[in-house]
Every structure is written in structure tokens, then in C-alpha cells.
């Protein structure tokens, strides 16, 4: 987990690594998000539950040959799911994945070690109105998806948060998922029109998820996209923002897929 | 339960359903096919497990709006399931009644043939007629369209099992597709005897669309995954 201990109503995220440890080359499916169902997370307090993952897909199978020592790391957005909210209440729990996609022995299941996660209340009003704000349905849902013109519910409250409350880690969270919907287009069904990219405002939102103590996934969402919309829009250095991601996060073994994926990035500006 | 007749077979009708089928313009709706000598549609695949599914083609006109990424976000297809579901055939608490969309574009993640959203209501299910897959393969189309419908039924992909036909294991539907090797031959356009009994006789309740939550079901089915619930 990023974190040991999360504020109730925090989107959390579970970092899977996979990882050879025997001697032998083996090919392994790479779809490490539960979604494909390669991956599943069992979360328990009072009992063991299984982690429902809000968006089930069915794919042909994106292979990987792990040599001896080599591993292949995901992430698993396990803060809401299809039962909602997942952490419901304060309190200690246990987290833990399987895995079932060894191409070879397709039939054996490995286990992870188990992480515990503390899911402390709020502290005060202001935590409790901060809480209140990010707990709906709509707000889970418009987080998970970072998206959803339609979730108007959702966003209104987000909105709130990221405005009466802009100093708390909470907006953090509630100004990513704004800052990465305004960042692209929007396929709207019920107006039947796409609705435009809004680059500035997206800005906005994304540098001050930057600013806050989130979940470090989040911080490397809201680099990642601020590179993008700087770049898409020419409104900024993007290589300067992934810089400063490689700075900030060079150090840390969760992120590091992603520091040489902004050290390409980089690499691929520089020699333009 | 009653009994009807498709052409010489004599089936045991358990349930009826509904499947509202909508389309983005420019795609197709899940097709026919003929596989090793018989034939296959969604309602046959379904009638064979007790099911008579009722297919309803509804909106062919919805807007081709992928754009040049010809890319669909979860947020998209969540804004498209839930803006173009046809009231009239939406009744949950009289009948079995599912929701399917066939989408033009691809999803946001490479290699996905459909999906399904799990909201307390199993709410429907999209095609991406943009993977190559899907678009040039009657076979792989039509079994995704199955697999995902399944899974609105509340049948997950621990409830397939295996067969053997002329020497060849055969993969039901429920199976993730990447099991199903060698592709076509190890195709089942069939549910096994776990999908079957789900379909036909495990609480109407915990079938339905928006009648329990995904993987609520008794302890029998509880079993076949190894005591999940």
C-alpha cells in the first residue's frame, strides 16, 4: 500500500509487484489491475472479503518473459469497488492478492505477503465535513474513473472540497480526478456532443494535487498529466515537469516503472 | 419450467430474459454463426443452458463519437450505459432484463473485448467493435457478447469448466479467453454444467441484473470458487 495509515474516504491504492524467484525464464500475463481478473484482493477486518472491482474486463491475454530476479509491477485502485466504498468504517485491515496467470501452470495460484492498513476517522469538524464531501457514491465512483461529466453529484461536492477545504490532503485527491477529466475530451451520450478539453482550468486542479501529501500514485498521475496538457497545449515545459518528478520520486522502488518512463520522456525532448 | 422445440431438439425452458441490445452507428449487432458444422446465436447458446433470452436490437442511431484516438475512458462508456438504456424494456422486477452496448471505438486499456460494470445493479455490458478481434472474428464476437451477458447474470469466470469434443478440450463460455487455446478450435459455444445450473435454477434473485450484488449467490456456487463470496 502507499500508505499505512488513510483518512476514511481516502482513495487507496495497492502496489503488486510480481516477481521471479526461481531460475527459469517463465511467461506471465502482466495485467496486474484486478479488473482482468488475473489479480484478486482480499481485504479483511471482522472477515476475509473479496475485493470487487467496479469495472470487469475480458481481454486477450498482454504476455511478459520474466528472467530469474526480474519482476512486473501494477497498481490496484481498491478504495471503491462495485459494493462501493470499500473501507467503510475506521479500523485496522489486512490486504492481500493472488495471482493466477503463470501461462504454463495457468491453474496455480501465488499469494502475496499480507500488508496492514490502518483507516483512521476524522479528527475535528473540518475532517468530518471533508469526509462528508468525498464519501458519496458519485464523488467513489468520479475518483475511480477520473472522469464522468455526467456524475454531476459527484463533481459538485469534489468542487466543494477542492475549494472550502484547498489546503487538505483530501482536495489532493479531489483536484487530480478534476484535473485529469478537464485534461481531455469528454464523449457526452446523454448531450450528444464531445465536450472539449479544458487545459487551463485542468492545470489548475493537477499543480495543486501536486502540493499535497496524496497517496504518491496520485502525485505521479498529476505529473504525468500536467507533462501532457503542457505538451498538448503548449502552455508549459512538460520536460521540466517530468524533471521534477525524477527528482522528487528517483528514490522511490514503487515508482520506479515510472521514473524511467519520465527519464525517456526526457531523453526523447532533449534530443529533439 | 417448460419445454420447447428449436427445430428437432427438445429444450427444458427454465427462465426468460431480456437483453437490450444497443449499437454506436458504424458497428454491428452480435452476429450468427456456423462453427464446426452448427449454428450459434446468443439466443441459442442461452436456450441451451435453460435460458429463452429475448434479443432486442433497440438504438442502431447512437453517434459514432470516438474521435481520431478512437479511444472509449471507463467515465465514457458509464456516461453512454447509462444515458441510452431504454426504459421500456428496463424491468428489473418483473423479469430478467439486461443491458448491452456495442461500442465503435477501443477501450482505454490495449487487448479488451468487453466489459462489464458492477455497480450493485450488474449494470450492462459494452463490446469494443474497434478491437481487430472482434471486428474481423464472428467467432470471438459473438462468444464475448455470451461471456459478458454471463456475467450480468452474476457468473464469473471461476464458473467455466472444460469439455472434450473430438479429442479437443473445449473452453464454456465463461472462460477468459485467454485460456481458450488453440483459438478457434478450443471454443465451447456452450455453458458448462456450473453456468447452467446458475443460469437455470439458482435464485432468480441473485441471476437477475440489479437483483444482488456480483458473486452473491448460495453456497453451492460459492463452492465452484473455491468458497469466495
Known amino acids: ?272 | 419450467m417448460h419445454i420447447r422445440k428449436i427445430g428437432k431438439t427438445t429444450v427444458m425452458v427454465a427462465r426468460k430474459a431480456i437483453v437490450e441490445v444497443d449499437k454506436v452507428q458504424g458497428t454491428q449487432f452480435p452476429p450468427e454463426i456456423q462453427f464446426e458444422g452448427s449454428s450459434y446465436s446468443l439466443h441459442s447458446i442461452y436456450l441451451d443452458a435453460g435460458v429463452d433470452l429475448d434479443v432486442r436490437p433497440d438504438n442502431d442511431l447512437i453517434p459514432d463519437m470516438a474521435g481520431p484516438d478512437n479511444v472509449y475512458s471507463d467515465s465514457e462508456l458509464h456516461n453512454l450505459m447509462t444515458s441510452n438504456r431504454n426504459p421500456l424494456i428496463k424491468k428489473p422486477k418483473k423479469t430478467m432484463s439486461a443491458y448491452m452496448v456495442i461500442v465503435g471505438g477501443v477501450y482505454q486499456t490495449n487487448g479488451v473485448l468487453g466489459i462489464m460494470f458492477d455497480s450493485m445493479e450488474r449494470t450492462g455490458c459494452a463490446i469494443f467493435y474497434g478491437h481487430s478481434m472482434i471486428q474481423s472474428d464472428p467467432r470471438a464476437f459473438l462468444r464475448t457478447a455470451a461471456h459478458e451477458l454471463g456475467h450480468e447474470f452474476n457468473l464469473h469466470h471461476e464458473d467455466g469448466t472444460t469439455f472434450q469434443e473430438s479429442s479437443v478440450t473445449k473452453f464454456t463460455i465463461m472462460n477468459q479467453t485467454w485460456l481458450i487455446t488453440p483459438w478457434p478450435q478450443a471454443i465451447g459455444y456452450r455453458f458448462g454444467d456450473h453456468e447452467k445450473i446458475h443460469l437455470s435454477h439458482h435464485n432468480k434473485k441473485n441471476v437477475r441484473p440489479g437483483g444482488s450484488p456480483f458473486y452473491d449467490c448460495n453456497a453451492e456456487h460459492s463452492q465452484w470458487h473455491g468458497g469466495i463470496t
Open chain 1, 1 to 272: 500500500m502507499g500508505k499505512e495509515e488513510y483518512l476514511i474516504g481516502e482513495p487507496a491504492v495497492a502496489y503488486l509487484d510480481l516477481i521471479n524467484k526461481g531460475n527459469e525464464p517463465i511467461e506471465v500475463i502482466d495485467q496486474l489491475d484486478p479488473s482482468f481478473g488475473v489479480v484478486k484482493i482480499h481485504i479483511n477486518s471482522d472477515k476475509e472479503v473479496l475485493f470487487r472491482p467496479y469495472i470487469i474486463a475480458d481481454a486477450v491475454a498482454h504476455t511478459t518473459i520474466l528472467k530469474a530476479g526480474e519482476k512486473v509491477s501494477g497498481t490496484a485502485k481498491i478504495f471503491f469497488g462495485g459494493e462501493g466504498w470499500t473501507f467503510k468504517k475506521p479500523g485496522n485491515y489486512t490486504v492481500k492478492a493472488t495471482y493466477k496467470g503463470i501461462i504454463s501452470i495457468p491453474k496455480m495460484e501465488i499469494k502475496s505477503n499480507i500488508v496492514d492498513v490502518h483507516i483512521r476517522g476524522p479528527s475535528g469538524k473540518a475532517e468530518r465535513d471533508q469526509v462528508n464531501l468525498i464519501k458519496g457514491e458519485e464523488q467513489g465512483l468520479f475518483l475511480l474513473m477520473e472522469g464522468g461529466d455526467h456524475l454531476k453529484k459527484g463533481i459538485k461536492n469534489l468542487v466543494k472540497l477542492s475549494k472550502q477545504y484547498h489546503d487538505s490532503d483530501l482536495a489532493g485527491y479531489a483536484d487530480l480526478a478534476l484535473g485529469v477529466n478537464l485534461s481531455r475530451n469528454f464523449k457526452d451520450f446523454q448531450k450528444g456532443s464531445v465536450r472539449p478539453a479544458n487545459p487551463q482550468e485542468s492545470v489548475e486542479h493537477l499543480q495543486k494535487t501536486i502540493d499535497k501529501d496524496v497517496d504518491d500514485w496520485y502525485k505521479r498521475e498529476a505529473y504525468f498529466t500536467l507533462a501532457d496538457v503542457y505538451k498538448k497545449h503548449d502552455l508549459g515545459n512538460a520536460t521540466q515537469v517530468m524533471n521534477e518528478f525524477v527528482e522528487n520520486f528517483s528514490e522511490d522502488q514503487k515508482l520506479q516503472r515510472s521514473v524511467q518512463k519520465a527519464k525517456k520522456i526526457i531523453s526523447e525532448s532533449n534530443s529533439k
